[in-house]
Structures are given as C-alpha cells and as structure tokens.
Nanobody
Framework: QVHLIESGGGLVQAGGSLRLSCAAS????????VGWFRQAPGKEREFVAS????????YYADSVKGRFAISSDNARATIYLQMNSLKPEDTAVYYC????????????????WGQGTQVTVAS
C-alpha cells in the first residue's frame, strides 16, 4: 500500500506561483509513475502532469504546458508541481496519484490517491 500526502495549496493572485508537494510512504516510490490531477466544481477530475519515476520522463496536459513543471526527488520519495503564471481557471482541488503504468493520462489507471490540496487563484 502506498500513502500519498499533498501539501502546498493555498490562495494566490492571478499571475502568481505555487509549488505543490506530494510525499509518498509505504512501497518504494521508484516502482511507480506519479501524476497530478485536478478537479474543479462541476467538472470531472482531469489529468495535469505526470512523471515516470524510473526514467524522469514528464508529460503535461495542453492547458498547463509552459506554465507548470513536474519533478521528482526519489531520495526523498517526493514529487513536486511548480505552478507559474496561475490563472483563475486553475482553481481546483489538486490530487497526487500513483500508477503501475509507465505513462497514463487516465484517472482509471491510478490506484493510489492522496487526499487533495485546494488551490485557489483570485482575479
């Protein structure tokens, strides 16, 4: 069993930045690929970014390309999501999740989930 705990959410002005963290415990972090998803009120949970913890390859949703950056620190069993140039439409609960797939954009392929952290971008 893998336990994931997100932190770093909060309130920020449009154009500002936040850095989210996801700490993993339990099974070795290096055996999973990890992703970030978000869910806004009235919308489905959507893919944001992912990183293959073995290769370091990263993937992004079109809506965040050029603004967000995902990274992993296997020694600390932690992944990060650096969010820059934030927009009001980025407001959502952000979730960290792990999968046994090398690459996946689907929430159905992720079996371990954190509790979520709220990100609110004010205009």
């Amino acid at each position: 069993q893998v336990h994931l705990i997100e932190s770093g959410g909060g309130l920020v002005q449009a154009g500002g930045s936040l850095r989210l963290s996801c700490a993993a415990s339990g099974r070795s972090f290096g055996t999973y690929s990890v992703g970030w998803f978000r869910q806004a009120p009235g919308k489905e949970r959507e893919f944001v970014a992912s990183v293959n913890s073995r290769t370091g390859d990263t993937y992004y949703a079109d809506s965040v390309k050029g603004r967000f950056a995902i990274s992993s620190d296997n020694a600390r069993a932690t992944i990060y999501l650096q969010m820059n140039s934030l927009k009001p439409e980025d407001t959502a609960v952000y979730y960290c999740a792990a999968t046994t797939y090398s690459v996946s954009y689907s929430r159905h392929d992720y079996v371990y989930w954190g509790q979520g952290t709220q990100v609110t971008v004010a205009s």
